[in-house]
């Protein structure tokens, strides 16, 4: 298993500005993943994170709006950029382990509230 | 066409009663299945995964059906604390991609 620590929890932000989310692990993990959940949806992939390189990035999802680090196998960022109303929503971290190929575990969610 | 679909409910049943969530996946190479369970204003966490022969824990019941590309979950004795929204969870068996459905949302009510 993985215990995932994500920080802040949750923010509220004005528009125009940046805000970066913090994913911690407690142990090492292949692959990390950015999702973002808007209210009443389910999770959206935004970009799965690789270590030492450029993020991959979903389908409508791009590098300036969204630049993500991952400088090693236990720590990523996401930043969210230039942030509108419409970025409002949970952003949530999640890993699978290199012990557990197939399951995702995932940190407790920023809540990000653009006003 | 989603990779995931499912009914999003709302279910509400009495304690006590049996419930059944159904998910349709539409990438037939898809290799693992999952059923997530997520509480309000929290992440999600793995309830089972989903096995071809089927499996069960305690009152919950997963079931595949390949064929069909159809998965299942099963409540037996609804409790109170089984409240929550169900998400049937996919991933194919290239990439590293998880696919999620919108989620299934169960009240059970006193």
């Known amino acids: 298993s993985a215990v995932i620590s994500q920080k802040p929890s949750r923010d509220i932000c004005q528009r125009g500005t940046s805000l970066t989310i913090q994913c911690q692990v407690d142990?090492?993990?292949?692959?990390m993943f950015w999702y973002r959940q808007q209210p009443g949806q389910s999770l959206t992939l935004i970009a799965t994170a690789n270590q030492g390189s450029e993020a991959t990035y979903e389908s409508g999802f791009v590098i300036d709006k969204f630049p993500i680090s991952r400088p090693n196998l236990t720590f990523s960022t996401l930043t969210v950029s230039n942030m509108s109303p419409e970025d409002s929503s949970i952003y949530l971290c999640?890993?699978?382990?290199?012990?557990?190929?197939?399951?995702?575990?995932f940190g407790q969610g920023t809540r990000l509230t653009v006003v | 066409r989603k990779e995931v679909e499912q009914d999003p409910g709302p279910f509400n049943v009495p304690e006590g009663a049996t419930v059944a969530f159904n998910c349709t996946y539409s990438?037939?190479?898809?290799?693992?299945f999952f059923w997530y369970r997520q509480d309000c204003r929290k992440e999600p966490k793995l309830l089972m995964s989903v096995y071809s022969s089927g499996n069960e824990d305690g009152r919950f019941t997963a079931q595949l059906n390949r064929a069909s590309q159809y998965i299942s979950l099963l409540i037996r004795d609804s409790k109170l604390s089984d409240s929550a929204t169900y998400l049937c969870?996919?991933?194919?068996?290239?990439?590293?991609?998880?696919?999620f459905g919108t989620g299934t949302s169960l009240t059970v009510i006193p």
């Open positions: 969870v996919v991933k194919p068996n290239t990439g590293n991609q998880f696919y």
């Open positions: 999640s890993v699978t382990p290199l012990d557990s190929y197939t399951e995702a575990f």
């Open positions: 990438n037939s190479a898809s290799q693992s």
């Open positions: 142990s090492q993990v292949t692959m």
